[in-house]
C-alpha cells in the first residue's frame, strides 16, 4: 500500500509580497518610459509668463523741430574805388643766382692748389737724369796675400834622416852611439819635411771687386795685382782693367 505525502502550502504573506514588489517594478518601468502623467509644474511656469509676453512695449515721443529762421539779406550800395594817391616804387629786380654760379670754398681751395703747384714747378730745378748703373763697373775694396804650404815628396825626410843618423852616431860611444844614430835620423827626417814643404810654398792675391749695383766678387791670381784698395776698375771677361 503506497503512501501519499502532501505537499506543504505557500504561505499568504509571500504571495503578498511577491504581488507588491511586480507592481512597484510595473510603476518604475512605466515612469521611466514616460507612460505616466508628469506633475502640474509645467503649466503654471507657462501661466506666468503669459502676462509679461501681453504687456505692450513703451512708445518713444519725438519732440517736432523747430522751424529754421528765415534769413533777410539786404543789397547795400557798392562803394566807389579811391584813386591811389601814393607815389610809384620802382621795383628793382635782382638776377637770380643759380647754384651753378655760387663759389663754393672747395673751388677756391682747389684753385688755390693748382696755383701752388704752378708755383711750385716754376721755382723748382729740373731733375738730372742719373746715368745708368754699369753692372761690370765697381772699385778695389780688398787685396789679400794668401801662402799656402806646398807638400813634401818624402826626399826631404830620407834626406835629413840620412844626415841626422850621420850626426848621432858622432856623439857618444858604445851602445849609446847606436841610441843616438836613431834618434838623429828621427830627427833629420822631420826637420828635412819641413824643409821641402816650406821650399816648395806657394803665394796667391785673392781681389776682391765691389760693383755699382752692391755685389762683390773676388779673383784670385797668382803674381802680386798692380790694384790697390780704392781704385776704380773694370771687370772685362773675368780680367780686372781701369775705368778712368
Known amino acids: ?12 504573506l509571500f504571495i503578498a ?10 510603476m518604475g518601468s512605466a515612469a521611466i518610459m514616460g507612460w505616466l502623467p508628469r506633475s502640474g509644474a509645467e503649466p503654471a511656469a507657462n501661466v506666468s509668463l503669459a502676462p509679461a509676453a501681453s504687456a505692450p512695449a513703451p512708445v518713444a515721443v519725438i519732440p517736432a523741430a523747430d522751424p529754421a529762421p528765415r534769413v533777410i539779406v539786404r543789397a547795400e550800395p557798392r562803394p566807389k574805388p579811391r584813386a591811389d594817391t601814393r ?11 643759380t647754384e651753378s654760379a655760387a663759389v663754393h670754398p672747395s673751388d677756391t681751395r682747389r684753385a688755390e692748389e693748382e696755383r701752388l703747384m704752378v708755383a711750385d714747378a716754376r721755382v ?7 746715368p745708368p748703373v754699369c753692372g761690370d763697373c765697381g772699385v778695389i775694396e780688398s787685396v789679400n796675400e794668401i801662402e799656402k804650404v806646398g807638400e813634401g815628396s818624402g826626399l826631404g825626410a830620407v834626406a835629413g834622416g840620412v844626415v841626422g843618423a850621420i850626426a848621432g852616431k858622432q856623439v857618444g860611444g858604445g851602445r849609446g852611439r847606436n841610441v843616438m844614430s836613431v834618434v838623429g835620423a828621427l830627427g833629420g827626417a822631420y826637420a828635412g819635411h819641413q824643409i821641402e814643404k816650406n821650399a816648395r810654398k806657394v803665394k796667391s792675391y785673392d781681389v776682391t771687386i ?11 791670381q797668382s803674381t802680386p795685382p798692380a790694384w790697390r784698395a780704392g781704385d776704380r776698375v773694370r771687370l772685362v771677361n773675368g780680367i780686372i782693367q781701369p775705368n778712368a
Open 1 to 12: 500500500m503506497e503512501t501519499v505525502q502532501a505537499k506543504p502550502a505557500t504561505h499568504p
Open 17 to 26: 509580497a511577491a504581488g507588491s514588489l511586480i507592481i512597484f517594478s510595473a
Open 87 to 97: 607815389p610809384a616804387v620802382r621795383e628793382t629786380v635782382h638776377p637770380a643766382v
Open 124 to 130: 723748382s730745378p729740373p731733375v738730372r737724369s742719373l
Open 210 to 220: 765691389r760693383f755699382e749695383d752692391g755685389s762683390t766678387r773676388t779673383l784670385s
